[in-house]
Structures are given as C-alpha cells and as structure tokens.
C-alpha cells in the first residue's frame, strides 16, 4: 500500500506538470488567437498574409513534429529551450491557430447595423472594437475557446515524448515499474477528465457573465 501512495504522489506530480503546461499553453494560445485573427482582418495585406501563413502553418501540420521541431530542431540554431517552454510552445501556437479561426468569425458575425452605428458616432477603430464589437464578440468565442483548451489539455500528453513528467509519462513510469497498467492509465484518465470538467465549468460561468446585459445591445 504504501508503495501505491507513493507512485499516486509521482501521478499528482505529473499532474501539476500537466496543469503548469496547461495553463501557460492556453495563454499563449489566446495570445495568439488575438494576434492572428484581428490581423486575419487587418486593412494592411502584408499583416494579413502573416496571419494567414501562421494560421495554416500550423493547422496544417502535426503538432507532434511542431514540438520535436520546438525541442531538438531550435538548438540547431542556437535556441535551447527546456522540455516544458518546447510544449508551452509548439501547444500554444497550435491551438492559437485555430483559435484565430474562432476571433475572425465571431468578430464578422456582429452584424454590420452595430459598424455603421460606429461610424455615425465617429468611434475610431479601436474605439469601436474595445467598446462595441468585441464585447459582443467575445460571449460567441467562449464556447470555442472551452473546446480549444480542452484538447489543448489531452495534447499536452505528446509532452511525455520528450521526457517532461506531464501525467502520461509518470503513468507509463509507474507501469514500466509495477507491471500494473489498469491502475495508473485509469487514474490518469479520472484526472483529465476532472481536469476537462473545471475548463467547462469556468467557461460557462465566464459566458454567462459577460453575456449579461448584451441581448438589449445586439438588438
């Protein structure tokens, strides 16, 4: 028994990993997101073609080379970075890029009455986003944006491959140990799914708060 307790303690410290992961991957995401979906509608077309050659680069390539290309191909150039910066890395901007997606459309479905209600009140551009356009925008994102950080969450399992000690590899650890696979993959399991549970319920309750009050104005 005593020996179970300790290999739960190496799975809850592979856990911590996972939410750190987690956590810093889903910032930098949304970061990206911002960044990558206003400049998909940007008036300039040398920032729009940035955004788009980031958005399909990475939607359109496997995150499990992003991260070997992160973790042993940026040495090569002289940039090192620690097996958790690699998956913070190559995670968060995967996951922006389809996040920018989900910026771009929610931003186009304000309908175009709220535009021309900004232009007769001479609001600049960025007068019109921060206080009109992107208030309404963002109750549309957030359901997205829950799925996006939950598979942000189950992807950070290809992290084990370059050694960090996420979850997965201190399952496979204590397997490789105890000759025991049912106990430390459903542990795991129970935790993503815990995991999961709290991004959906913290979205919903952000929805439903920054929804408050917005039917009057869409209308």
Partial sequence: MSDWSGYLLLILKGAQATVELTVMGTVLALVMAFAAGLGRLSRWFAVRAIATSYIEFFRGTSVFVQLFWAYFVL???????????????????????????VVRGAILAIGHEQRSACIALNLSTYQRMRY??????????????????????????????????????????????????????????????????????????LERRMSFGLDGMRR
Avoid: H, W
Avoid at 77 to 98: H, R, S, W
Avoid at 136 to 145: I, R, S, V
């Fill in 132 to 205: 009109v356009i992107l208030p309404q925008a963002l109750p549309l994102m957030l359901p997205t944006f829950a799925n996006n950080a939950i598979e942000l969450l189950k992807g950070t399992a290809v992290v084990s491959l370059i050694s960090l000690g996420d979850m997965t590899f201190q399952a496979q650890v204590v397997r490789s140990q105890t000759g025991n696979t049912l106990i430390p993959f459903a542990t795991i399991l129970a935790l993503y799914f815990a995991m999961a549970c709290v991004i959906t319920f913290g979205m919903r309750r």
């Fill in 75 to 101: 040495p090569m150039a002289g940039l090192t970075l620690t097996p958790l910066q690699a998956g913070v890395l190559a995670l968060g901007l995967n996951v922006g890029a389809y996040g920018a997606e």
